[in-house]
């Protein structure tokens, strides 16, 4: 479960920065989120839909305790991301489309380094391993190192060290950007198994076909600020457009 009350967040900008983004930027200071409010529950996916800028990383980025809202309070399992960062995160996974992973280690021995992280007894650790890696196929290169894998790869086994410690909330951000048919549908299918398992998913996408494939609930955002939220069916029976994307469009206060 998870609770976002009121949640903005601002950063102190330079005069280049400022410039950059002059339409959302008050003096020096940009609100990437402002006044965000929302919840998350178990056994649904929560899909996060916008434009690229309209501060889906950033909320998420606070979701996940490495970043702090200026204002407003985010609760994940019952705990706060500021004053219980730790308990959060025991209970968490986070993954995005930049892997970060250390090309100088293995498969195994990234996942084995992150299960010592969480603290994960070995036989959980081998049980959650061999079922993370037999489901993605990661076996054929487990022992080759990252800096030699393709995206694809790479990207599974950012799946498995997000993974690992069976969290109860996962988080995917745009996971599947830049990825290749068959990779991007293994991610697809982990959201509906994280899902139909019990898990409290949250994935963030600009791709609009994706949003059909896993969507129980639905967030639009742009510009830091909520622009629709609430059941998928319930947005699907309201569309006022042809497609998602022409109503993603209007939402927006665009024109086609």
């Known amino acids: 479960?998870?609770?976002?009350?009121?949640?903005?967040?601002?950063?102190?900008?330079?005069?280049?920065?400022?410039?950059?983004?002059?339409?959302?930027?008050?003096?020096?200071?940009?609100?990437?989120?402002?006044?965000?409010?929302?919840?998350?529950?178990?056994?649904?996916?929560?899909?996060?839909?916008?434009?690229?800028?309209?501060?889906?990383t950033t909320l998420l980025r606070i979701l996940a305790t490495m970043m702090r809202p200026t204002a407003g309070s985010v609760r994940v399992c019952g705990f706060d991301t500021v004053h219980?960062?730790?308990?959060?995160?025991?209970?968490?996974?986070?993954?995005?489309?930049?892997?970060?992973?250390?090309?100088?280690?293995?498969?195994?021995?990234?996942?084995?380094?992150?299960?010592?992280?969480?603290?994960?007894?070995?036989?959980?650790?081998?049980?959650?391993?061999?079922?993370?890696?037999?489901?993605?196929?990661?076996?054929?290169?487990?022992?080759?190192?990252?800096?030699?894998?393709?995206?694809?790869?790479?990207?599974?086994?950012?799946?498995?060290?997000?993974?690992?410690?069976?969290?109860?909330v996962v988080v995917f951000d745009e996971p599947t950007a830049g990825l290749d048919v068959i990779t991007a549908r293994a991610i697809i299918d982990l959201i509906h198994d994280c899902r139909d398992t019990g898990k409290t998913v949250i994935f963030s996408t600009h791709i609009m076909s994706e949003v059909s494939l896993v969507s129980d609930d639905l967030a639009v955002i742009h510009r830091g600020r909520l622009r629709y939220c609430g059941d998928f069916k319930a947005f699907r029976s309201q569309m006022r457009s042809d497609s998602l994307e022409g109503e993603f469009i209007r939402i927006l206060g665009e024109t086609p």
Do not use: W
């Open 1 to 56: 479960m998870i609770e976002v009350q009121n949640v903005t967040k601002t950063f102190r900008l330079s005069r280049a920065r400022k410039r950059e983004t002059e339409n959302r930027s008050r003096e020096n200071i940009l609100t990437a989120v402002s006044g965000l409010s929302f919840s998350c529950r178990p056994g649904r996916v929560f899909t996060l839909l916008g434009p690229n800028g309209a501060g889906k």
């Open 84 to 168: 219980q960062a730790a308990e959060v995160r025991r209970r968490l996974g986070f993954m995005t489309g930049d892997t970060g992973l250390y090309d100088r280690l293995t498969p195994t021995e990234l996942v084995r380094y992150y299960a010592d992280l969480f603290g994960l007894p070995r036989d959980r650790y081998l049980e959650n391993r061999d079922s993370l890696f037999g489901r993605l196929g990661i076996h054929d290169f487990a022992d080759r190192r990252i800096g030699k894998l393709s995206s694809g790869m790479k990207q599974k086994v950012s799946i498995a060290r997000t993974m690992i410690h069976d969290p109860e």
